[in-house]
């Protein structure tokens, strides 16, 4: 399961098939990680920097985080993609395919000014939770995504 987490700030991604539960994120921010809690991560509930230092310490690579840029994410599901806006301006986009298996994400691009700030993985992010919350199954042909799935 994938996982996108978002405040002003920035970006938490967690994968959950990575986690091996060793609780430093707990311990490094009680406040923002509570395993009794669904969703068991509120950005809402401590400073970034004590959120940025407890994924730091995360010994399994299961949460990582990156500064969100005032770039928004959101699904166009009635396009079948992810799109990325700063302010109004469209900015990248992430496209899948309906087929009789399930989504298969076939591209995913930022503009060149934009590359490098995590855009592309946000992107992918979105749509695997699209997927995971209509119970599809996803799959990749876009290198990009298919990298980001398996990491």
């Known amino acids: 399961m994938h ?7 920035i970006v ?3 994968n959950s098939e ?3 539960h060793a609780k430093r994120c707990v311990h ?5 990680f509570d395993p009794k ?8 509930q401590a400073e970034t920097k004590e959120i940025w230092q407890a994924i730091s310490e995360c010994p399994s690579g299961a949460l990582s985080c990156l500064y969100r840029h005032e ?4 699904m166009d ?8 806006f700063d302010g109004d301006k469209e900015i990248g986009e ?9 989504w298969n994400i076939y591209h995913t691009g930022v503009q060149d000014d934009y590359k490098g700030k995590g855009i592309a993985k946000r992107l992918v992010y979105k749509i695997l939770e699209e997927a995971e919350r209509n119970c599809v199954e996803i799959s990749a042909t876009c290198s990009y995504a298919k990298k980001v799935i398996e990491s």
């Open 77 to 84: 599901a009635d396009n079948c993609r992810s799109v990325a």
């Open 71 to 74: 770039i928004d994410v959101k």
């Open 12 to 14: 938490v991604f967690w």
């Open 3 to 9: 996982r996108l987490y978002e405040n002003d700030d």
């Open 37 to 44: 809690r669904k969703p068991w991560i509120d950005l809402k």
């Open 18 to 20: 990575k986690c091996f």
């Open 28 to 32: 490094g921010s009680p406040g923002c």
């Open 94 to 102: 992430c496209n899948y395919r309906v087929n009789e298996e399930g």
